[in-house]
């Protein structure tokens, strides 16, 4: 079977570092996405890595290491807007070029003052 | 440029009736996938359609769900009759082609009373 996991909430301070975790267990790898949802809103693509290493893309980067099922978001000067529910997915090793993905639960992030 | 639109936002029904819910995707975008996130839940796929075409229904949890994209524009999914566990909310995403970003509506709120 396909598994995510990440953790549930999180918090941080606003201007610090937060790293959300991602873990994995599929029977392949075809990509990994992840997701930033605000409250009743449509979840909104952040980043997409396939390959092993760091993607950065201003304030948010994003790392894969495939060899361990694993990757996380790094979110820098943390924002009061930065609050919200991050989602991870992978898309489905078996549907070959597609959106089809896999998510977690997603991590609630608040953010204090 | 609009984003994928549905309706509506949110839509109470009593148990054994019928919901409608619409999805319009952004103009050109061939694929489009409808989603669910039950309570407490992860996003689980429902299907994928390129343009009027089924090309995977696998996440279709019955035969009570039953989804249209005459055309190949908008997309219609249909519960019939609606049970209590179908309260979610449904989210539908488009993208141009199978492996480029997919972007997600804002979702329809159900529940089932």
């Known amino acids: 079977g396909q598994n995510i996991d990440q953790p549930t909430e999180m918090t941080a301070t606003e201007g610090a570092i937060v790293q959300i975790n991602c873990t994995y267990q599929?029977?392949?790898?075809?990509?990994l996405f992840w997701y930033q949802q605000h409250a009743g809103e449509a979840p909104t693509f952040l980043s997409y890595n396939v390959l092993d290493g760091l993607e950065e893309k201003g304030r948010f980067s994003s790392f894969l290491s495939r060899s361990k099922g694993y990757s996380y978001l790094l979110l820098k000067e943390l924002q009061m807007k930065d609050s919200a529910s991050y989602l991870c997915?992978?898309?489905?090793?078996?549907?070959?070029?597609?959106?089809?993905?896999?998510f977690g639960t997603g991590t609630l992030l608040a953010v204090q003052p | 440029e609009a984003g994928v639109t549905q309706f509506p936002s949110h839509s109470v029904i009593e148990k054994g009736q019928t919901v409608t819910l619409r999805c319009d995707p952004i103009s050109g975008h061939d694929n489009l996938y409808w989603y669910r996130r039950v309570m407490g839940k992860e996003i689980k796929f429902l299907l994928h359609?390129?343009?009027?075409?089924?090309?995977?229904e696998s996440g279709m949890p019955n035969n009570r769900f039953l989804a249209e994209r005459t055309g190949g524009t908008y997309s219609t999914l249909k519960v019939q009759p609606a049970e209590l566990e179908d309260s979610g909310v449904y989210f539908c995403?488009?993208?141009?082609?199978?492996?480029?970003?997919?972007?997600f509506g804002q979702g329809t709120r159900l529940t089932v009373v």
């Open positions: 599929t029977s392949g790898f075809n990509g």
């Open positions: 997915a992978v898309r489905d090793p078996f549907r070959g070029a597609t959106n089809k993905l896999i």
């Open positions: 995403a488009s993208s141009y082609r199978g492996n480029t970003e997919a972007f």
């Open positions: 359609f390129v343009k009027e075409s089924k090309q995977d």
